[in-house]
């Protein structure tokens, strides 16, 4: 923990680069009437709140600073260009410092003392990456590259496909063929995608003798992924939480809590409920060429923490804002709330939970081994319904898959305002077995 003088230079720390975020970059200039001695606080509380389509507008001059051009930059190496996953908005061009992903990684897998001790006995330890492709900030693409290409320094990348409950059986040998060459010492996984893989590892009876660790990334890990992981690899699972744009912005400690990586960004949360559970809003510090100052990242947290003291804080994320219903009573209901019915619940890989008209909801699922786990489905619509409180009972349906999103991710719960908004395309998203 640091002290109060080390917490107190750090806050001056950030003063100073947000000051000049407001002073150089076009698209915060509106606030820098506030001064050259403006606090963190005093600056963010000028400017108004930003969001996907902010970064879009006018991208890259919005971000350019005086005598800056895209094409200078890229020509020096300075930047890369990136884009956003489009999970809660359509994409969007980022431009990246060199290095910077790296880099801001490193910092926020240092705040678990546990990962840190491992990645420091082990200098160069192979990574295994497992998410969609098209979600892979290193390595996109929409068909197979060789594993030679899928390598770069110390990490291999075995996604193969972003329907990966619709892998076969020569597709998972593949993956797990190429991860025994690699032999790795922790995965960086897709919950979704890793808890597949981790199930084919299971079933030809495989274990990784160096693995030390697995972190969770990219998107929501309920509480069904981290017991299969656990149970598989029988290694700790730690997440960690960011999106491209923004960095890693909380990494999960020893001690099972979100801290965050204050060297990557100031945090705040808004329009909080009486639980503390409110909008995260993201003011980065460490990409120079493209700070994100009052960004609406569009997920949901719960800040747990004396008020007014931020850098004590640790949070507990509760999924996309976007993706949470409401209870017959107007309770606003988190994917992490629906998620929490599932604890202690076994047989079940992954699941959805489809509001298919007001108050009427469809819970799909995929069992391991496709048995029928009634029993435990059964225990959990029984608690979804004590949460959620809807005007009918909750049917049930057993799928042999379900289906992500356009970016590779995939959503728990559909509000019935996002389905009929255009979002939802069907609203079962799976393969019923036949009853």
């Known amino acids: 923990m640091k002290n109060n003088e080390e917490q107190s230079a750090a806050r001056k720390d950030r003063d100073a680069i947000l000051r000049e975020y407001v002073r150089d970059v076009p698209l915060y200039r509106s606030a820098a009437q506030t001064g050259d001695k403006a606090t963190a606080a005093e600056l963010l509380a000028a400017l108004p709140f930003i969001n996907k389509q902010d970064i879009k507008r006018g991208f890259p001059k919005n971000f350019l600073r005086a005598g800056q051009t895209l094409d200078e930059l890229v020509a020096r190496k300075a930047v890369e260009i990136e884009h956003t996953a489009g999970t809660t908005d359509d994409r969007a061009d980022l431009l990246l410092e060199r290095g910077w992903w790296a880099r801001q990684e490193s910092w926020a897998l240092s705040l678990n003392s546990y990962v840190a001790k491992v990645l420091a006995e082990n200098p160069g330890a192979h990574r295994v990456t497992i998410s969609s492709p098209a979600c892979n900030g290193d390595i996109t693409y929409n ?53 597949v893989f981790a199930l084919h590892c299971e079933f030809r009876k495989v274990k990784f003798a160096r693995l030390r660790f697995i972190f969770t990334s990219y998107e929501y890990t309920s509480v069904l992924h981290k017991r299969i992981l656990e149970r598989v690899f029988n290694v700790p699972v730690y997440n960690l939480y960011g999106s491209t744009e923004t960095g890693h912005l909380l990494m999960e400690d020893g001690a099972g809590q979100m801290v965050a990586s204050r060297d990557v960004a100031y945090l705040d949360v808004i329009n909080e409920d009486d639980r503390r ?96 786990a009634m029993a435990s489905v059964s225990a959990v619509v029984e608690k979804l319904e004590q949460l959620i409180k809807p005007s009918t009972r909750i049917e049930m349906q057993r799928v042999k898959f379900l289906l992500p999103e356009g970016s590779g991710k995939f959503v728990f719960n559909y509000p019935f305002a996002q389905a009929i908004s255009g979002h939802v395309n069907e609203p079962a998203r799976g393969a019923p077995f036949s009853r």
């Open 143 to 195: 068909g197979t590259p060789s594993a030679k290409r899928r390598t770069l320094g110390n990490t291999r990348v075995l996604s193969l496909s972003r329907f990966p409950f619709l892998l076969g059986i020569d597709d998972l040998d593949q993956m797990l063929e190429e991860a025994l060459a690699w032999d790795p010492v922790f995965l960086d996984t897709d919950p979704v995608y890793a808890t």
């Open 277 to 372: 559970v409110g909008e995260l809003v993201v003011s980065t510090l460490s990409n120079d060429y493209m700070p994100l100052l009052n960004y609406r990242i569009g997920d949901l947290v719960e800040r747990r923490s004396t008020a007014g003291e931020p850098d004590g804080a640790s949070y507990v994320l509760h999924g996309r804002a976007p993706d949470a219903l409401r209870s017959t009573d107007g309770r606003r209901v988190t994917t992490r709330d629906v998620d929490q019915c599932f604890i202690g619940c076994e047989g079940l890989v992954h699941y959805r939970l489809n509001e298919i008209s007001t108050g009427k909801f469809l819970l799909s699922y995929i069992s391991e081994g496709g048995g029928q």
